[in-house]
């Protein structure tokens, strides 16, 4: 049983985790990229992008939204150890929804509204998709309990 229980929780986080990495590298990056290398602030300041500050930019971006696409993942063993409930996540959308603003905020280094908000968009349905995770946790949870 934990075996099966372990190669499950392995193979999601890694699909999870995997998905978010290819989601920032060809989605992401390549936004913030163009944004930065394009941004002018005067005549006088030239963008001089070296290969150590490119490949920086590369690997936090694609290894933040790796990390960001395990939420449901984080839920999960959160909801079996009982300290979320998909009621309290229902409850708290407002709250989540800065949250996830802010995280995305962080994740990108350009001020861009839209790369930002492309990284917040699969954040948001990864909020949902954990609330429906907690709400399979709480089921199964009242089954075996009766």
Known sequence: ?????ARGFVFYSSVLFILGALFGYYIVVPL????LANVSLSDE??????????LSTIATLTLGCGIVFLLPIMVFILSKIGIMTPEFMRASRRYATVIILVIAAVITP?????????????MFLLYEVSIMVSADV???KLAQEK
């Open 110 to 122: 350009s001020a861009d509204i839209i790369t930002m908000l492309t990284v917040a968009a699969p």
């Open 45 to 54: 300041i030239v963008n001089q992008i070296t290969i150590d500050n490119y």
């Open 32 to 35: 913030s990229i163009n944004f």
């Open 1 to 5: 049983m934990e075996r099966r229980s």
């Open 138 to 140: 709480k089921r199964k």
